[in-house]
Antibody, heavy 121, light 108 residues
Framework: EVQLVESGGGLVKPGGSLRLSCAAS????????MNWVRQAPGKGLEWVSS????????YYADSVKGRFTISRDNAKNSLYLQMNSLRAEDTAVYYC??????????????WGQGTLVTVSS | SYVLTQPPSVSVAPGKTARITCGGN??????VHWYQQKPGQAPVLVIY???DRPSGIPERFSGSNSGNTATLTISRVEAGDEADYYC???????????FGGGTKLTVL
């Protein structure tokens, strides 16, 4: 059974940093691209970042480019999101999600349950 | 950047057919995927590559994509189908995935 378990969320002050982690199990992690998608309270889904299976290709939404860094450790079956210079508008539930079908035509076939990040003073 | 436009809400009576649209410039040339999200839960994939259904998704869910509009169709709607639905594509001009704003399906 595919499982994606996020951790690392919490309350942080504007300008602060946070590192999210996602522990994957139930599939060959190194064979799949991975993604972070967020959802602000009461709002829709927003794609944040994607990383290819070997970390060769990395993509970011304009809203986080230069502030967030996605990475993965295939030996540890783990995905990460380093978030710096956090803003109030980054407040959201952050989902770890498995990609399928390639980046340019692909989709998400499994989602974690999400971790809440709150940016507030 | 590429914009996907969905109606904020769609209402349908049980047993009827619901159609949720996703508009975008020449979206027919892109692969469209659809997700269902119930309150307090993570999204679930219901349609991929315009019209394919993942295993476990009822045949009542179908999709189409042509011109400037992609459509998710739910036949014989049940109370359990009440949820938010999102479309998603890849935008090659910005190298980014794009989600529609979401449509809340209400079963009357």
């Amino acid at each position: 059974e595919v499982q994606l378990v996020e951790s690392g969320g919490g309350l942080v002050k504007p300008g602060g940093s946070l590192r999210l982690s996602c522990a994957a199990s139930g599939f060959t992690f190194s064979s799949y691209s991975m993604n972070w998608v967020r959802q602000a309270p009461g709002k829709g889904l927003e794609w944040v970042s994607s990383i290819s299976s070997s970390s060769s290709y990395i993509y970011y939404a304009d809203s986080v480019k230069g502030r967030f860094t996605i990475s993965r450790d295939n030996a540890k079956n783990s995905l990460y999101l380093q978030m710096n210079s956090l803003r109030a508008e980054d407040t959201a539930v952050y989902y770890c999600a498995r990609g399928k079908g390639g980046q340019t035509s692909g989709y998400i076939d499994y989602w974690g349950q999400g971790t809440l990040v709150t940016v507030s003073s | 950047s590429y914009v996907l436009t969905q109606p904020p809400s769609v209402s349908v009576a049980p047993g009827k057919t619901a159609r949720i649209t996703c508009g975008g410039n020449n979206i027919g040339s892109k692969s469209v995927h659809w997700y269902q999200q119930k309150p307090g839960q993570a999204p679930v994939l219901v349609i991929y590559y315009d019209s394919d259904r993942p295993s476990g998704i009822p045949e009542r869910f179908s999709g189409s994509n042509s011109g400037n509009t992609a459509t998710l169709t739910i036949s014989r709607v049940e109370a359990g189908d009440e949820a938010d639905y999102y479309c998603q594509v890849w935008d090659s001009s910005s190298d980014s995935w794009v989600f529609g704003g979401g449509t809340k399906l209400t079963v009357l």
